[in-house]
């Protein structure tokens, strides 16, 4: 019987048959703006409600940027932080081969469950080619994959590349999720939309569904 782990956006799970598989890599993909931060913390924050520990990789934003994101939302990550149940690391993107290694090792110090990397995009920056890129994709995907932990993997889109999911055209094919969140500039407002693009031995949503930000963090309106 497949497990699965509740995301915490709220009307999301009920378009992926309950949550994702616990122990799968969804890659969360969208241009500037569109929700990925806030849909990664949320992610985390209902773990940690859980007793799930978790742990947030950043290579490019600054820590404690990330922590008054969540506190936005009243999400508090510094109380977890001081029960061992949380870690906000930042990575240097240039040591990216010992990138693996060091995920493990987070993960081992907490028995984390769920993992957030900030963003895949940033390790595809620093690598030659997209064989190597896809390369390196699946040894980080493969090491999280072996600690049991479900993990979400940010990919930022160019605003200009509107029918891609990704930066560099190979992230969509090593994981085992895609969700794409979109913007729209529509008059003097915003709309924001989300749409599975693909979910491993799921029976998914097909639809383009709206997306709100809220005092709560994101919702999804699937009318189920």
């Known amino acids: 019987m497949v497990r699965r782990i509740p995301t915490g956006i ?39 409600q859980r007793g799930e520990p978790g742990v947030y990789i950043t290579l490019e934003e600054d820590v404690e940027d990330i922590k008054e994101d969540a506190r936005r939302f009243g999400w508090d990550l510094e109380e977890f932080e001081k029960k061992g149940l ?8 240039l040591q990216v081969n010992e990138m693996g290694i060091n995920v493990v090792e987070d993960i081992a110090k907490i028995n984390a469950q769920r993992v957030v990397v900030d963003s895949v995009s940033i390790v595809g920056m620093m690598l030659p080619n997209q064989m190597q890129i896809r ?8 090491s999280v994959k072996r600690t049991g932990a479900t993990s979400v993997l940010i990919s930022e889109v160019l605003d200009s590349d509107e029918k891609g999911l990704s930066r560099f055209g190979v992230e969509e ?33 097909t639809n383009t569904y709206p997306l709100i930000i809220n005092e709560n963090g994101i919702e999804i309106k699937n009318d189920i």
């Open 10 to 48: 709220k009307g999301l799970d009920p378009l992926i048959e309950g949550g994702f598989i616990k122990g799968s890599a969804i890659l969360v993909t969208g241009g500037a703006g569109t929700g990925k931060t806030i849909f990664s913390l949320q992610f985390l924050w209902e773990g940690l």
């Open 86 to 93: 949380f870690k906000l690391v930042y990575y240097d993107p």
């Open 135 to 142: 390369k390196k994709l699946i040894s980080l995907i493969n």
């Open 173 to 205: 094919f090593v994981v085992d999720g895609v969700i794409a969140l979109y913007y729209f500039g529509v008059g003097e407002g915003i709309a924001r939309s989300l749409m599975i693009r693909k979910m491993r031995r799921t029976n998914q949503g």
